[in-house]
């Protein structure tokens, strides 16, 4: 895939692929001009004919192009959801942690800092080039461990321990999937690469 694309100003690829696209256009038709023009215009009715054939073809790329914008805004909305959601999810755990006892409340909300500081430093610069990241697995495997060992001794305990466990597992879903949707794009038959 074309991750460097990334590395550069929206605007600067837009005047990149629009000089490109221009500049094969004009080469093309001073290439083909001497050799097919002189062939089209044997029929009396060509020019109406290939002005039929160009709108039928334009239309379809036309739809095809807005149907093609519409899944991308529809992926980006997506991903954006699972994100603001995994955002939601480590806020209510590290709340849910205030109800363990010490020295394991500071023990887990450490470990849940860490992970979120991991994610936005170092995960979300490596998604963004398109590689998934592996250095997060770790550092949520940590809080787990912690809350696995954890045994209640009140009811209390027992009560903000069983939320605890269910908003863990409910953030490792979200990360899982805003890790397999790292990769999601254009399918390779309209990429070209």
Excluded at 32 to 61: D, K, P, Q, Y
Excluded at 80 to 93: F, H, N, P, R, T
Excluded at 124 to 152: K, M
Aim: aromatic fraction near 12%.
């Amino acid at each position: 895939m074309m991750y460097w694309i990334y590395d550069y100003p929206s605007l600067a690829i837009a005047v990149a692929f629009c000089t490109v696209i221009v500049a094969l256009t004009w080469g093309g038709i001073l290439f083909t001009r001497a050799t097919i023009h002189s062939w089209v215009h044997r029929e009396a009715r060509a020019n109406e004919m290939i002005g039929i054939a160009l709108s039928s073809f334009f239309v379809l790329f036309g739809i095809l192009l807005g149907l093609l914008a519409v899944a991308t805004y529809q992926n980006y909305a997506n991903v954006g959801d699972i994100v603001d959601k995994e955002a939601s999810s480590i806020g209510a755990l590290y709340r849910d942690f205030t109800g363990y006892p010490q020295p394991i409340r500071g023990q887990l909300q450490v470990r849940l800092r860490e992970y979120a500081r991991y994610t936005i430093e170092d995960g979300w610069p490596r998604q963004r080039l398109g590689i998934v990241p592996a250095g997060g697995s770790a550092r949520i495997d940590a809080p787990f461990q912690i809350l696995a060992g954890f045994e209640p001794a009140k009811k209390s305990e027992e009560i903000f321990h069983a939320e605890a466990l269910r908003e863990f597992n409910h953030l490792v879903e979200l990360r899982r999937s805003r890790l397999a949707n790292v990769t999601t794009g254009l399918p390779s038959v309209l990429g070209g690469w």
